[in-house]
């Protein structure tokens, strides 16, 4: 079932990274969420994304975290090893690692009934 049917997506579009303006990313995700008013927003990142949304869990105002965490990782993701999602994983209490099988470093696009079925476990 699309995320859609369950839940209010909001997606933010972040400035091209190194090219004016320059922003530092987490920062200004930060900015966008205050000015759109979200008061508890789930943070699912690909890649990049993935990068800024962990960073944004783990500094202030969110310290440390204390949501539900699910962490989906492509098996064979070739680009960034699986390894550290099992890093992420250790690195926060209560997390689940969702190893996602025969999908990649896009798996998000490969696998993308299994990435909506590990979010939905948020819920």
Request: charged share 20%; aromatic share 4%; glycine share 8%.
């Amino acid at each position: 079932m699309p995320l859609v049917t369950r839940c209010i997506v909001t997606v933010a579009v972040l400035p091209p990274i190194g090219k004016p303006p320059r922003v530092a990313p987490t920062l200004h995700s930060f900015d966008v969420i205050e000015a759109l008013g979200l008061a508890r927003p789930h943070l699912v990142g690909h890649s990049m994304g993935g990068m800024i949304a962990a960073e944004m869990a783990a500094v202030a105002p969110l310290y440390r975290i204390r949501a539900r965490t699910v962490i989906v990782w492509g098996e064979d993701d070739r680009m960034i090893p699986p390894v550290y999602g099992e890093a992420f994983r250790r690195g926060v209490a209560g997390t689940e690692l969702v190893m996602v099988p025969a999908a990649g470093h896009m798996v998000i696009v490969e696998k993308a009934e299994s990435v909506v079925a590990a979010l939905a476990r948020l819920d």
